[in-house]
């Protein structure tokens, strides 16, 4: 139980619902849209029996992946690069060429470049700004109200579950590999070499460690401090992302650069590797507040498949993973991320002739490695331990949504100059798209595609990202568009956020709209970015969640909230995502998914959560007149529902609903007597859907079902994982109906 908003539009009100109706139209095409492009397992992660068995196996040995079984076509595929930059599965084998043919992309260039255009147009309008900032503000006052009455109940809930802060898991979902270890740590590793590995030669010209140092002016070790390391972020960075960049370089000395933080140089990556697994990975591994990482490295796509065999290489030669010193197989602490910085002013002419070269140097090796694992065994280690693709660079440097000639195929790009940012997310998503396809139905794991984005410079970079990506890293400046901000709280799209780096380069604290995005119900998870520039205690992540939790005035609940979006948004397998949070934690419904011993998130905040985001679905269906996709018969109820498809979630037609439940009313008398009729889950299942669908929209205030006991409600038969979810959802309905629960009102 708990204090909820209800509000009531008195019948009849008509003002602006033109408006209103044109711009729900717009953000329901919006969201349709991204729901087509989105890459989408054929059978979901958790059903996959064959992808649950090869990620146990990579768990256990995680050096010597299983092979994918071969089967008829496993010698037939092979991978073409076409002149667009894309690559496609092809089949010698008629009999499977069809299915191939099912790995490309779902649009092409010149359709998404089309698609892109409306999502920003429709974010810039008018109507949808005033539209959007209306519902956003509704959803701050609705948060405020909801915390004023309830944060008491909530911190009450959670009292006497089995979790707490401390013990959840947190996932830092935005951290790059070169800055991931602290300014001391990076400086107690320096000190160490330069004693002990004084004589070892560490550059190709046959420099020693000890000659570097004292070429940077070092003659004692015992002298130098974390202020003359001279790696900490300050003011010169502000709005500066060159001078950032430059940070890198240990005292301001480019070698050491590349000594200490480069997986290829004269000695190997070995102090990379060292820093890395010694120092991080240990750190996490031991750290008390439990914390994972998905640390990022670079493939600039100058090399092809000797780039990726050099960093494969240097991960599975170095043991660069969170091995369990006695078992030998993975502790759960660590998924990589490649990040791909956009570098063609560098590279362009020199490591590829064109925009196709590049995608192919990227992509090509990646495919080969899933098709012939035992001739790139080391790529294809490495890649079991991917989670996700990013997409890295100065964003402050302009450019427009697209180029003049915005469909100029990908071969024929030779420019020295970086394509737009679209055109470069459009290459990556599309190749992902084909080789998920192809890893999928291998039963490999696949990647997410999760770039930077609205860190800084151009805002329609979260209108490319809104249809191409699963997450984004940054999305601060969402704030500064409200339609496309209501877009991405719709679809609920995960945002690395990073207050501390913001602070030192793009938004200072104080003007952060962090906390106002992660009260409003924005998908807010917590990165630390560079903990070497940016943090100042031997707890990164903390440091992060300490910050933002006094800045933001945060209160468990909500950090609790952000470490569950933080694991969701997380490219960790299924075994670790339930292991964190429980069972149930795919649901779309947040009452269904929750289990609060695990998120130690209060069952109050994730009804609140939940009857929100359904209310703002609801009212851009209803609003924009969206169709009902399917229509089912209900035995016994005398009219027929429709159903919804929306942003992932599927609910009832509300005007559907309101002819059921009337027709509802008429055959048992009351909702009460509905829910507590013995034959409800087992012999009328529409009957119980339909209770579990009122529910969805929360129209059912006022019911009373306190007697009905969870566990009495008996699975429908028929056996299967599907059926037995159904069973279970509604049985939780059930409970989930006997906590009076109503959903706040629409305008
Ligand atoms: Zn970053």
């Known amino acids: 139980m708990y204090h909820k908003i209800w509000v009531s539009p008195t019948p009849g009100i008509t003002i602006d619902k033109v408006e209103r109706q044109q711009a729900a139209l717009q953000f329901r095409q919006c969201i349709q849209l991204r729901d087509a492009y989105l890459y989408k397992p054929i059978v979901p992660e958790q059903l996959d029996a064959r992808l649950q068995k090869f990620q146990a196996q990579v768990r256990a040995t995680p050096l010597a992946p299983p092979r994918p079984p071969t089967d008829d076509t496993s010698n037939t595929l092979s991978v073409v690069f076409g002149d667009d930059g894309i690559g496609r599965v092809t089949s010698t084998n008629t009999a499977t060429h069809d299915l191939v043919s099912t790995y490309k992309p779902p649009f092409t260039l010149s359709e998404f470049n089309r698609d892109v255009t409306q999502v920003w147009a429709a974010a810039a309008g008018k109507l949808t700004r005033s539209f959007a900032f209306r519902r956003l503000r509704m959803l701050d006052v609705n948060y405020e109200f909801h915390t004023l009455m309830n944060e008491t109940y909530e911190l009450n809930s959670t009292k006497n579950d089995k979790a707490d802060f401390n013990q959840v898991t947190k996932v830092d979902i935005h951290l790059h590999a070169a800055s991931a270890f602290t300014r001391q740590e990076l400086l107690q590793f320096i000190k160490t070499k330069a004693i002990v590995d004084k004589d070892r030669v560490v550059l190709a010209d046959g420099t020693t460690m000890g000659q570097v140092l004292s070429q940077c002016g070092i003659s004692d070790v015992d002298d130098i401090t974390t202020e003359s390391l001279d790696v900490a972020a300050n003011a010169s960075m502000f709005h500066r992302f060159d001078n950032f960049n430059d940070s890198y370089n240990p005292f301001g000395a480019k070698d050491l650069r590349t000594i200490f933080m480069k997986t290829s140089n004269h000695i190997q990556g070995k102090y990379f590797s060292e820093l890395i697994r010694d120092v991080v990975i240990d750190r996490v591994q031991r750290q008390q507040n439990r914390v994972a990482i998905e640390p990022r490295l670079s493939i600039y796509g100058r090399g092809g498949m000797a780039e990726w065999e050099a960093l494969s290489n240097w991960i599975v030669d170095h043991q660069v993973l969170d091995l369990d010193a006695t078992t030998g197989a993975t502790t759960g602490h660590v998924r990589w991320m490649v990040q791909i910085p956009r570098l063609c002013n560098i590279f362009m002419g020199k490591a590829y002739a064109n925009f196709a070269g590049l995608m192919k140097n990227i992509f090509e090796p990646m ?76 039963g490999l794991n696949t990647f997410h595609f999760k770039p930077h984005c609205g860190e800084s ?152 959560r939940h009857t929100n985001l359904m209310r703002e679905l609801n009212y851009i269906a209803s609003l924009s007149g969206m169709a009902a996709a399917t229509k089912a018969t209900a035995t016994g109820a005398k009219a027929a529902i429709g159903y919804l498809t929306l942003a992932g979630h599927t609910f009832p037609d509300p005007q559907c609903l309101k002819n059921v439940m009337q027709s509802m009313f008429e055959q048992y008398q009351s909702y009460e007597e509905l829910i507590l ?9 529409d009957a119980a859907s339909l209770v579990q669908l009122a529910t969805e929209v929360g129209s059912v205030g006022g019911v009373k079902v306190e007697e009905v006991a969870v566990g009495e409600t008996k699975t429908s038969s028929g056996g299967g994982e599907h059926d037995e979810s159904i069973g279970r959802s509604r049985r939780k309905t059930v409970q989930y109906l006997g906590r009076k629960n109503m959903m706040m009102g629409g305008e």
């Not at 979260?462 to 704030?479: C, E, F, I, M, P």
């Not at 009729?677 to 299942?685: E, G, I, P, R």
């Open 367 to 442: 495919f080969l490695a899933t098709l012939y694992p035992d001739k790139y065994p080391k790529v294809y280690a490495f890649l079991a331990h991917v989670g996700g693709i990013d997409c890295v660079d100065d964003e402050s440097n302009h450019d427009p949504l697209l180029m003049t000639a915005a469909d100029t195929p990908a071969c024929q790009y030779t420019t020295k100059a970086n394509p737009p940012y679209s055109y470069w997310c459009y290459h990556i998503y599309a190749n992902l798209f084909a080789l998920n396809r192809l890893r999928e139905s291998k």
């Open 457 to 608: 410079g151009p805002r329609h970079h979260l209108a490319t990202s809104y249809l191409l990506a699963k997450a984004v890293n940054h999305g601060w400046r969402l704030d500064l568009e409200p339609a496309m901000q209501y877009l991405y709280y719709c679809s609920q799209i995960g945002l690395g956020l990073c207050p501390l780096s913001n602070d030192s380069l793009f938004i200072t604290l104080k003007n952060s709209p962090i906390g106002k995005l992660a009260n409003r119900g924005l998908n807010v998870c917590l990165g630390t970015d560079d903990p070497l520039q940016f943090h100042n205690t031997n707890a990164p992540l903390l440091e992060e969640y300490t910050v933002a939790g006094h800045f933001f005035d945060f209160t468990a609940t909500d950090k609790s909230e952000i470490a569950r979006n933080s694991v969701l948004m997380s490219g960790f397998d299924h075994h670790w995502k339930r292991e964190w949070l429980g069972e149930h934690y795919m649901e779309m419904n947040d009452v269904l998914a929750n289990t609060q011993d695990k998120s130690n998130i209060s069952n109050i905040r994730t009804h609140y």
């Open 677 to 685: 009729a013995d034959n409800v889950a087992t012999q009328d299942k």
